[in-house]
């Protein structure tokens, strides 16, 4: 069994932390159903969930849930051949000026992705910091946005720009 743990720390109350990680994690877990409505919603213990991305299926339950404390998965990632069993639990702590969360994942592999390890010890370490850093996102939109009553216009993901240079050749513009 692999064993991976990750921390991050956040200027927040350990209830909004909390939240914002139940809904990162619900994104692509649980959030399609009806039950869960986002803001307020707890997933039940022993709630089952699948969910496909291209090749690599994502079959998992909700093993425990202590609000605002702790969140544990079980998972089975599965891209055929390779069988991934991974527990993904996030344990919150209260500290003086905000929030601790520790993220700790261990997984098991079969013979198939035992041979790949390096690639999936990578792709488990990625969604791990990729986790954290959607929390830290969320918990920041969630901050900003309390004294806003509502916000008209479309959201753009980065606030520059870039400016392309455009050349024409033959009559069909070229970018560089």
Excluded at 129 to 134: G, M, T
Excluded at 138 to 163: C, E, F, N, P, Y
Aim: charged share 25%.
């Amino acid at each position: 069994m692999f064993h991976q743990r990750h921390e991050a720390r956040y200027a927040m109350p350990i209830t909004a932390v909390f939240g914002s990680v139940v809904q990162v994690l619900g994104k692509r877990r649980w959030a399609i159903a009806p039950w869960f409505d986002g803001d307020n919603s707890l997933p039940p213990v022993g709630r089952r969930y699948a969910y496909r991305n291209g090749a690599l299926v994502r079959r998992g339950r909700v093993v425990e849930c202590s609000r605002p404390v702790l969140l544990t998965l079980y998972e089975s990632l599965i891209d055929a051949p390779c069988r991934v069993r991974l527990r993904l639990r996030s344990r919150l702590e209260p500290l003086d000026s905000g929030t601790s969360v520790l993220l700790d994942a261990r997984y098991e592999l079969n013979g198939p992705a035992y041979l790949n390890r390096r690639h999936w010890r990578g792709q488990i370490h990625g969604h791990c910091c990729r986790l954290l850093l959607a929390v830290r996102a969320k918990t920041l939109d969630a901050h900003a946005g309390q004294g806003v009553a509502a916000v008209s216009g479309q959201k753009i993901g980065r606030s520059t720009m870039t400016v392309t240079k455009m050349m024409s050749v033959n009559g069909k513009p070229s970018f560089k």
